[in-house]
């Protein structure tokens, strides 16, 4: 009994921000200085698929990532949050027909852990992988410590810990992260779901790999840098989040897409914004990023609506938000606009088999 090895399996989605999260509030509890909001990609094949163990039998705690081990993972402050975190909401696992105890909380606080986590996606193609990674951890360590929470919304608490994106990543369809502070213990930072995967089923993510390199700045460096020098940053976590962030929710709930599409380019060029205003500037978007921005209002523009949305998060890929009736139409523009294989200037960043990916 005592050298058995118990295991989860669990996946978790990527998810892409409308409004955007920048700035740390407290940088020990990581929490933000401003609320967000973001879709999870659960449709799509844009996931983090992570299996939990733990024996007494380990001597250690251990983590794969992509089959490869990463070292000296037991002292990382983010997988020590998530995993003593979690441990500590543990229950006793009983067998449902002797009602036997197999294995106490006490055990399992005795018990090193083995975490195996794959991506769907390649790591490289620059895409928030953390934000599916650490959620998959948080779940999978959930279900294998039978984990219950004390208060709603606290294993996004946990997740947070280990990347503030994702706390958002353990629901579906659209989440907010209220930003929370009342408490001290910044227990009300927490996410939670403003309308389920089957809320809105016409909504479509198109991912456009603009490239595929590893972001150069991170985005912990590049929030602390922004909070220590951008005056916009603190304005608009004070005075405009709040009011997107109502405008966001009631444009989700109304399934209004003229509204939803607006407000999540507009934060995206905000965000963006306030990169430009750090000092030294952080600069994420590149002359590619940019004129995805122009095709978007141009082609807004000729249909007299809005169609498409971009938005750009900590690298210069577009995730384009549209609805079912135009993925076609917007495909066949994107394609006009950057044919992949044709010239070397766009072969240089985009690739034929990246470049757009329904999701
Ligand atoms: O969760 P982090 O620390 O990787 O930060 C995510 C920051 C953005 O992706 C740029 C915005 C967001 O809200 O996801």
Redesign the pocket.
Known sequence: KSAAIHSATVSAPT???C????GKANTHY?TPINS?L?VSLDQCDLRAVTTASASSSFDRDRLWLNGSEVLDVSTSKRFRACVDGVRALATDKIDPNTNQVLVSKADWEGMHVHIASYNTFPTAAGL?S??AGYAALVAALVQLFGAKESYPGEFTAIA?QG????C?SLYGGFVA?RAGGAKADWSDSIAEQVADESHWPEIRAVILVVSDAKKET???DG?STSVNTSELLAFRAKEVVPKRMQIIEKAIKAKDFDAFGKVTMMDSNQ?HATCLDTYPPIF?MNDVSRSVVQMIHKYNEWAGEIRAAYTF??GPNAVLYTLDKHVVELLALVLKYYPAKSNDFVEEYVSSESLAKEA
């Open positions: 998810n892409i921000a409004i955007k999260y920048w990581n967000s973001s928030a953390s934000a947070r990347s503030g994106s994702a958002r992260w991170s985005s912990t929030m965000f994420y998060d900590a």
